[in-house]
Nanobody, 123 residues
Framework: QVQLVESGGDTVQAGDSLRLSCTAS????????MGWFRQAPGKEREFVAT????????FYADSLKGRFTISRDSAKNTVYLQMNSLKPEDTAVYYC????????????????WGQGTQVTVPS
């Protein structure tokens, strides 16, 4: 079993930056990739970014390229999401997830999920 715990969510002003962290634990933790998704009130969960655990290759939602950066520290079993120039439309619960096979932006491919961390950017 794998446990994922997100942290770093906060209420910030438009234009601010924020870094989210997600740390994994569990004897069987050996992902192919780690991803970030988000879900705004009244909306479906959407893909944000993913990173290959071995190669560090990254893939982003087109609308977030240039503002968000995903990275990982394999030694700490931690994935990060650096978010810059935050906007009110970035307000959502952010989830990290891991996948043992496959790669990409489909949430149903991911095997384990964290509980989420709230990011709020008031308008």
């Amino acid at each position: 079993q794998v446990q994922l715990v997100e942290s770093g969510g906060d209420t910030v002003q438009a234009g601010d930056s924020l870094r989210l962290s997600c740390t994994a634990s569990g004897r069987t933790f050996s992902p192919k990739a780690m991803g970030w998704f988000r879900q705004a009130p009244g909306k479906e969960r959407e893909f944000v970014a993913t990173i290959s655990w071995n190669t560090g290759r990254t893939f982003y939602a087109d609308s977030l390229k240039g503002r968000f950066t995903i990275s990982r520290d394999s030694a700490k079993n931690t994935v990060y999401l650096q978010m810059n120039s935050l906007k009110p439309e970035d307000t959502a619960v952010y989830y990290c997830a891991s996948v043992t096979t496959g790669w990409g932006d489909r949430s149903y491919d991911y095997d384990y999920w964290g509980q989420g961390t709230q990011v709020t950017v008031p308008s």
